[in-house]
């Protein structure tokens, strides 16, 4: 694949916005410091993809059209990525689709969403309820909890894994979150506290939940000729996407999350770097019991949950992740969740991240990401400027 | 500024229309492959074999609990109907009740599958009250 650099990127806060600002000020926000930090003008943009999950939330039908003629972009390449909660990260994949394709040299990936304070949390919910089959869970009148929950349960069942190990994660993301000032929940906050807080749907309980944000992130995408920066920046040298069938009853296990473990194998090779070489992960951690399945599925380690009991995932482990606070701490804009996802790994990379860090910056990053219950599944290896 | 939408959707399910015509009245129907696989709820393509072709056929209607999540209003379970080669999920309309087999009833406030749990785990007991 064409080498292509991660040239520049930002993010607003994710939150619950209060202040009267709009998703287009979100977007115009991002997109400017996205370009400020790749030294690039406006005019120098030739491609806008834009990623939004769903226009129930925005209340704007072909939001791409309507954000490149906000940010001042005419007459170039417009479109929209959509995939549940992959959207972000397969917008990302695309616009680096239309770069190693020649349709295009300067691509503007923004992600955002108004998830937070358009709709009430109820309706949300119920849209959110519709991201699986909704002719048959969609009207069944369960949420995304109880669908989380019953996988994990599964996942429990084969594995030995306890809530004390999803309280784990829940805490240690929303202690990593403290170090971002991007982050919607950076709570100091225990597995106790985790273990203590109302129960949403058994196992998980409100604190194993990631929270419903506002926000937009934006990544400009470049071959490092076409960028005056040159090749300072991360390489996006891997990209991945799967998809398992949609209903958990339809799988063979419902607990594991095997289309992960497709798209890792796909962007590994594109990458040329072998599973051991990745150093740091963001992954999709939408329930605490999530991060696990994940990182089971992607089989970074050959035993998760001993890794995970012996703090291989922390900052200072083996394998980091999830620094940035994760959907659980960062929270969950969902068209921008994966853009960040993708600007965390390669400021991370960079040796620029603003939050947690580890002591020295790997060569290689893992950013997974999935919509549905790791029904759409993608995943990207990104590497260190040399 | 404020918005307020309200969406009266009409929703054909097409060749699928006799599973959730059955649903309604409780009856399980699932569509049996050509290739043996029995799905419930069908799909339009086979798992197992890729093929589009087979028949329906209904199920008895029993099922067993796997897996089980409860929320402060309501609980929900992936559950395996007896001659079916796929799980599904439904609403546990006795939620009082974490007997593990019960058997489908037609929906209630919402639609989809909602399974009524049997009070004791007599095994025989959902086989009896085919009859």
């Given at each position: 694949m064409k080498v292509l650099r991660i040239a520049g990127g930002a993010m607003t806060p994710f939150n619950r916005r209060k202040?009267?600002?709009?998703w287009r000020d979100w977007c115009l926000a991002a997109f400017d410091e996205a370009l400020r930090d790749a030294a690039l003008e406006v005019a120098d943009v030739d491609a806008l993809v834009v990623a939004s999950e769903s226009d129930f939330f925005s209340l704007q039908l072909n939001p791409a059209a309507m954000i490149a003629d906000a940010l001042g972009l005419h007459g170039i390449r417009v479109q929209r990525v959509e995939g549940g909660g992959a959207t972000g990260h397969l917008a990302v994949q695309a616009g680096a689709a239309l770069v190693a394709a020649g349709l295009a040299r300067r691509v503007a990936v923004l992600g955002f969403e108004a998830s937070a304070s358009h709709l009430d949390g109820a309706s949300v919910g119920a849209l959110y309820?519709?991201?699986?089959d909704a002719w048959s869970e969609g009207e069944s009148g369960i949420g995304s909890a109880a669908i989380y929950a019953l996988s994990a349960r599964a996942w429990m069942a084969e594995t030995g894994a306890t809530e004390a190990d999803f309280a784990r994660v829940a805490a240690r993301n929303r202690q990593n979150a403290?170090?971002?000032?991007?982050?919607?929940l950076p709570l100091d906050v225990t597995e106790a506290d985790v273990r203590a807080s109302a129960a949403v749907a058994t196992p998980y309980r409100r604190l194993d939940c990631s929270p419903l944000s506002d926000g937009a992130a934006c990544v400009i995408l470049a071959a490092p000729g076409d960028l005056p920066a040159g090749a300072g920046r991360a390489r996006l040298a891997g990209m991945g996407v799967a998809n398992d069938r949609v209903r958990l009853g339809d799988r063979a296990a419902p607990g594991r999350f095997f289309a992960k473990r497709v798209a890792l194998r796909a962007a590994l090779g594109q990458a040329g770097c072998a599973l051991s070489d990745v150093g740091l992960a963001e992954v999709y951690d939408s329930f605490s019991g999530a991060q696990l399945q994940a990182l089971d599925a992607l089989g970074?380690?050959?035993d998760v949950l001993a890794a995970e009991r012996a703090g291989?995932?922390?900052?200072?482990?083996?394998l980091p992740v999830n620094l940035s606070g994760g959907l659980l701490g960062q929270g969950a804009p969902v068209g921008a969740t994966g853009v960040a996802q993708v600007l965390a790994a390669a400021q991370q990379l960079e040796g620029r991240y603003h939050g947690l860090r580890p002591a020295v910056p790997p060569r290689f990053a893992l950013v997974d990401t999935h919509g549905g219950i790791a029904t759409l599944c993608a995943v990207s290896i990104l590497e260190a400027p040399r | 500024m404020k918005r307020s939408l309200r969406l009266d959707y009409t929703l054909p399910k097409g060749r699928l229309a006799p599973h959730f015509d059955a649903l309604a009245e409780g009856r399980a129907l699932a569509w049996r492959c050509v290739c043996g696989h029995v799905a419930f709820p069908p799909g339009l393509t086979c798992v197992a074999c890729g093929a589009r072709d087979g028949q329906w056929i209904e199920l008895g209607g029993t099922a067993r609990v796997e897996h089980r999540t409860d929320t402060p209003e309501a609980a929900w379970a992936l559950a395996r109907f007896d001659g079916a080669d796929t799980a599904v999920m439904v609403r546990i309309k006795t939620p009082e009740l974490t007997t593990s087999r019960g058997h489908l009833v037609p929906p209630e406030e919402d639609a989809g599958l909602w399974l009524a749990l049997e009070e004791?785990?007599?095994?025989n007991r959902s086989v009896r009250r085919l009859e």
């Open positions: 202040d009267g600002s709009s309820s519709l991201s699986y403290r170090h971002n000032r991007f982050a919607h970074l380690t050959d291989h995932f922390t900052a200072e482990g083996a | 004791t785990e007599d095994e």
